[in-house]
C-alpha cells in the first residue's frame, strides 16, 4: 500500500473520531443543563382545583443510634473557616434531616409550569447550604459563592450531562438547570473533597425536603391514590402509599433504621 | 563448544561505544523527576483532585499563571507543572539521544519515550475534558509507568556497565526460559497495573487485581528464584533479581495496607485521609520501581543469555571492545 493511501486513511480515521466527538457533544447538549430559558416548557394540562387540593405532611424519624457525626478537617485551606461535620446523616432525637419526599406514582401524565423564580445553592464556610436540594426539570438554581476561596461545581449525574465549573470568590452566580428526573444525584467539589450536596430533579412540583426536626409537607395536591418516595443519600428509598380525598390533609410518616 | 558460544555472544552484545557520563546522568535525572511525575499523580487520584482544574491544556483559562496552591489545586497543578518538566526533558532527551548515540534502536528509543510522553500530556487532558472516564484515567495510569520504564530503560542502556563491560553469557537450559520468565512477569505485572489502576479510577471491583497479586507474587518468585540461583555471579543480574523480590514483598504489605485503609476501613470516609493517601501513593509509587526493575532485569537476562539477538551498530560507529 502506497503512502498515499496510508494518508488518505489516517485523514478519513482523524475525520471519524472528529465525527464521534461532535456528534457525543451533541447529544449532551440535547441532554441539556442550560438556563431553563433555553427549555421549552411543555404545556400545563388541567389545572388542579384549589379547592379541593390536598396535602400531606408527616415526619421521618431515625431508628436506633444515629452514627456519630464525622467532623472534617479543612486545614487545607485557610480560607475555609469554622466547624464542618459530615451531614451523611444528619438525625437528631430520632428525626432524619435532609429526607427528600416526593409523589412517585399516581399523577399520571399531567405536566405542571416550571418555576420562574430561581431556587439557590450556596457554598458557604466550604459546605453547600442546602446539602439536599430539589427542583423541577427545568428549573433555574442559582449558585453562588460566599467564601474567600475558589469552589468548582461539579454534578455527577447518570441522566443528566455532567459538568465541571470553578467560581472564584465573588464571582456572579453560575446558573444551571437539569433537563431530566434524576433523585440525588451528587454534587461535588473537586478543590475541597469534603464537600458534598445531592439535587434531586423531578417534573412536578410536589417534593419537600425534611428540616432538622425531620418533617416535611407537601400541598396542592389533587384527589387521587399515590405513592409516596422517602430518599436519603445513604439509607435509600423507601415508599408508601396514600390516599387522598378532596381537601383532605392526611399524615404520612416513615422511619428509618440504621443498616 | 560452549565456551566458544559464550564468547560468541558476548561479543554480539557488547556495545562497544563510549561511555558518555552527562548523558547517562541526564538518563537518570530524567528518570527520577518522572519518578517524583508518577508520585504527583497518584496524591492527585488518592485526593480527590483530578478535576480541580476544570480546563485544560489552561488552567483556570492560563497556560503560564500559576493559581493559588490551595486545596485540590495543589495537587492537580503541581501535577501538571512536573508534567511539563519532564516533556522538556523528554524532548532534550531525545535530541541528545538522536545526535550523540550510533545505537539505531536507542535513537527510537528516544522518539519512543518522546511519542509517549506526547501521548501521556493528551490522555491527562482527556481525563479532564471528560471528567475521569474509567478507560482513560486507567490508559494514563498505565502509560505513566510505561514511560517510566523506558526512561529507566535509556538510563541503563546509557550506563557504563551497559557500556563498557562485556557480558558473561550463562546457559539456560531449564524450561520456561528465564528470558520467558522475565517477560512472563512484565505480562502479569502489567495486567496488575491495569486492574489496579480501573479499581483506582471506579472502572472495576477491587478482587481481579486482588486475585491477579497472588498470581504476581508467584510468577515474581519463581523469576528471582530461578535468577538468583542460576545468575547469581553475574552482578547485572543479581542485583535487579534481588530488588525486584524485595520490591514486590514491599508492594504486597503496601497493598494488603491500602486495602485495609481505603476499602475496608475507609469506605465511608467524608473526605481522604491521611493513612488510606500514604499507603496508596505508596503503592502506585513501589508499583511504579517494581515494572521498571523487572524490565531491567528481562533486559539483563536476555544481555547474559545465549539469545539469539544482538545489538546492531553500524560498521563504521564499532570500536574496538576493551579487554
Known sequence: MNKKIWAAMC????????????????????????????VKPAPASAPIDPATAASVSGTVTFAGAAP????????????????NMAETIVANDGKLANVFVYVKEGLGDRTFDVPKDATTIDQKGCRYHPHVLAVMTGQNIEIRNDDETTHNIHPTPKDNREWNESQPPKAAPIEKSFAREEIMLPVKCNQHPWMKMYVNVVKTPFFAVTGADGKYEIKGLPPGDYTLAFVQEKLGEQTQKVTLAAKDSKTVDQGFKAE | MPALHNLLGALLKATAIPYNRARHRFAV??????????????????????????????????????????????????????????????????????????RRWMKYLGVTALGLVIAQGILGGLTVLFYLPPAISSAHAALAQTFFCVVVLIAVFTGRTWMEEI?????????????????????????????????R????????????????????????????SRYSAIDSVRRPAITMLALMIAQLCLGFVAFLTRVAWGHDAVQPELPMVVSTVAHVAVGALLLATTAVLAVQVWRHSPVALREHIPSRERKPVAA
Open chain 1, 11 to 38: 485523514v478519513l480515521c482523524l475525520l471519524g473520531v472528529l465525527a464521534g466527538c461532535s456528534k457525543k457533544e451533541n447529544t449532551n447538549e440535547e441532554q441539556g443543563t442550560s438556563p431553563s430559558s433555553e
Open chain 1, 68 to 83: 456519630k457525626g464525622q467532623k472534617i478537617d479543612m486545614s487545607q485551606d485557610a480560607a475555609c473557616k469554622g466547624n
Open chain 2, 29 to 102: 535525572f530524567a528518570a527520577s523527576v518522572t519518578f517524583l511525575l508518577i508520585i504527583a499523580g497518584a496524591l492527585v487520584t488518592s485526593n480527590d483532585a483530578g478535576l480541580s482544574v476544570p480546563d485544560w491544556p489552561t488552567s483556570f483559562g492560563s497556560l503560564y499563571k500559576i493559581p493559588h496552591l490551595v486545596g485540590g489545586v495543589k495537587f492537580e497543578h503541581t501535577h501538571r507543572m512536573i508534567a511539563q518538566f519532564v516533556g522538556f526533558l523528554s524532548i532534550i532527551l531525545a535530541v541528545w539521544t538522536w545526535r550523540a548515540d550510533p
Open chain 2, 167 to 199: 557480558p558473561q553469557i550463562e546457559s539456560d537450559e531449564r524450561r520456561p526460559s528465564l528470558v520467558t520468565l522475565t517477560l512472563l512477569s512484565i505480562l502479569v505485572l502489567y495486567v496488575q497495573l491495569i486492574l489496579g489502576a480501573m479499581f
Open chain 2, 201 to 228: 479510577h471506579h472502572g472495576l471491583s477491587w478482587w481481579p487485581h486482588v486475585v491477579n497479586a497472588a498470581i504476581v507474587a508467584i510468577v515474581l518468585a519463581w523469576t528471582s528464584i530461578r535468577a538468583l
